[in-house]
């Protein structure tokens, strides 16, 4: 069975662009995201739509479509209240949700406090955290993903977990 996966970057920093300057040569297209969205998510098996949070439109559109919204937090107040709309709009649309925590540091109280802020309101956490790596980094800026540059890093292994974890998540 042939498996076709598709990732939409719905952004308004110009992440999309900035993929041709690292040597990315796949398609890119720059028409609108509805009509990407619409064409895109009967036709695959997996679609990734990531969306910022200040993309209201954009970000109401790929949560209408989906059928697991997953949304990285950093371990920040600040990062917290950025995505409260998004876990708002996810609740109201009916998704289920995942919250992932991003570039954790480690040992860090305030990681464990905005965990318990999350589970206190009801909203599905990652088991699998993302560390803060240098790997994730180096890797994007040479246009891979930390598994095809880093296969042996604890960044490639923590991806790898989320991604079975999501994959569990999807299909549950």
């Not at 999350?118 to 800026?141: D, E, F, K």
Request: with cysteine; net charge positive; aromatic share 4%.
């Amino acid at each position: 069975m042939r498996t076709c996966s598709v990732l939409i970057i719905a952004n308004t920093i110009g992440s999309a662009r900035s993929l041709r300057t690292i040597g990315y040569s796949g398609p890119i297209s720059f028409r609108s995201f509805k009509g990407w969205v619409d064409d895109r998510v009967g036709s695959a098996d997996l679609v990734v739509i990531d969306a910022p949070p200040h993309a209201e439109t954009e970000a109401r559109i790929a949560v209408r479509v989906a059928r697991l919204v997953v949304v990285r937090v950093q371990p920040s107040p600040l990062d917290l209240w950025a995505t409260a709309e998004t876990l708002k709009m996810a609740q109201d649309e009916r998704r289920r949700l995942l919250v992932v925590l991003n570039r954790v540091p480690p040992r860090s109280r305030l990681t464990e406090d905005i965990a318990a802020d999350l589970a206190s309101a009801g909203t599905p956490i990652a088991a699998t955290r993302i560390g803060n790596r240098v790997a994730l980094a180096q890797a994007m800026a040479l246009g891979f993903g930390v598994i095809e540059n880093a296969r042996m890093t604890p960044a490639a292994a923590e991806i790898s977990a989320l991604a079975e974890e999501i994959r569990g998540a999807a299909s549950g």
